[in-house]
């Protein structure tokens, strides 16, 4: 009966869709918030392709299936154009199904910035991820200290860093206002939303 309910909400986009293998759909509580996600996120961020998610059972698998060999093999989700591959959580050290969807859902976000967005900036486009994956509570933020961005490497630091720089940015400004500066933005550094000198006088200036 669940698995009718998300496809009537999934023919209920008229366009893009999105493919989930069945396997996920089984280990989701709740699947029908996948599809409303998804539909949540096309709105927001323009998006018009059609999305695939696919579970792999070895971490080879999802080192194969993102065409990446130096794949770190503390990832758990990938994408590579408009399709979505997740290790299966019975192969992670902490099983957990909540977070499980909020990975794809994270990994829907990447889809979607690396498709309309030109060049966005590693941290900005793992914030963003994190944000509409409902992930940000899952760090200390209270012991991060503001670090430049822009000098990150993808490793295991970033995700922190650009927790606490997402979740600032989503303090001080409305949503809309955020997205429409992503959607338009091309010189990252010197932004007057995402640019260095930007985000410093966000974080040091007192109230």
């Known amino acids: ?73 503390w990832v758990i989700g990938c994408n590579r154009e408009n ?8 192969m992670w050290k902490t099983i957990n199904i909540t977070s499980f969807e909020k990975v794809i859902i994270h990994e829907m976000t990447h889809v979607m910035i690396n498709e309309v967005i030109c060049d966005c900036p590693l941290w900005l486009n793992e914030g963003f991820a994190l944000w509409y994956a409902d992930q940000i509570q899952e760090f200390k933020l209270e012991d991060i200290k503001f670090s430049n961005p822009y000098n990150l490497d993808y490793n295991k630091n970033i995700y922190a860093q650009s927790a606490l720089v997402i979740k600032k940015l989503f303090e001080f400004y409305p949503e809309t206002y955020l997205l429409k500066a992503l959607l338009n933005s091309t010189k990252w550094e010197n932004n007057k ?6 985000l410093e006088k966000l974080f040091f200036t007192k109230d």
């Open 83 to 90: 399709k979505i591959f997740v290790l299966n959580p019975q």
């Open 193 to 198: 939303v995402f640019g260095l000198k930007a």
């Open 1 to 73: 009966m669940l698995q009718q309910v998300d496809e009537v909400i999934n023919e209920s986009l008229t366009s893009p869709k999105l493919h989930v293998d069945d396997t996920i759909l089984q280990l989701l509580p709740h699947s029908y918030t996948l599809y409303f996600n998804f539909q949540k996120l096309t709105h927001l961020f323009g998006y018009q392709k059609d999305v695939s998610v696919f579970i792999c059972d070895s971490f080879e698998s999802l080192r194969n299936c993102s065409h990446n060999e130096r794949l770190p093999d």
